[in-house]
């Protein structure tokens, strides 16, 4: 947890002067993100298609709350992905 978050923040300070792309799986570095993406995957039969589409909002709490445990209707999931969020903006801002 610790160095995720780390990793995070330093990728946001980068991301201040250069662009910056990144492909993760953990929460902690996601919630750092300007824009947060989430690349699905879906299997129809003998056809498999996968879609890229933008988190925005109150989704994107979900979203990291998913991430973190598996479970995006979860309130303390969310309370925590949103305390990620908070801590990630005031980074920012910084």
Do not use: C, N, W, Y
Request: aromatic fraction near 2%; charge should be positive; avoid cysteine.
């Amino acid at each position: 947890g610790r160095a995720a978050v780390e990793i995070g923040r330093r990728l946001a300070r980068l991301a201040r002067s250069h662009q910056v792309l990144v492909v993760t799986h953990l929460p902690q570095v996601a919630a750092f993100a300007d824009r947060h993406l989430v690349v699905a995957k879906d299997t129809g039969g003998a056809v498999t298609t996968s879609g890229v589409r933008v988190v925005e909002d109150t989704e994107r709490a979900r979203e990291l709350a998913r991430m973190l445990a598996g479970l995006p209707d979860s309130d303390l999931g969310i309370a925590h992905a949103e305390e990620l969020l908070a801590v990630a903006a005031k980074e920012r801002r910084a």
